[in-house]
């Protein structure tokens, strides 16, 4: 496998997960009360989608390695539910 390929399956790879982080993150600057209380977040919006990020590339990793393939349902499931979880820990929602 060349590098330019290698490459290419592993950006294929992270791409839910990079898409999930930037749409969390904007959602949560966009429309405030959806995913946090009435306190402002202690982070930048970027430092929140790179912690999304990070969590939902463990995620896609570890379904990867588990189920033995890229793109099974119950990793995208997993993906969404790790993430949502992630962001509402993030921005303080248990406080409402």
Partial sequence: MTVSLLAGH???????????ALLLA???RLWPGFF???????QAWYARAAIDFIVG???LLAGLML???DGKMLTYLLL???????QWLQLGGWRR
């Fill in 36 to 42: 946090q209380s009435k306190q402002p977040p202690a």
């Fill in 57 to 59: 590339t463990a995620v």
């Fill in 10 to 20: 592993l950006l294929n790879l992270l791409a839910p997960a990079a898409l999930m």
């Fill in 67 to 69: 189920l033995g393939q």
């Fill in 80 to 86: 969404v539910l790790a993430m949502a979880l992630s």
């Fill in 26 to 28: 904007a959602t949560a």
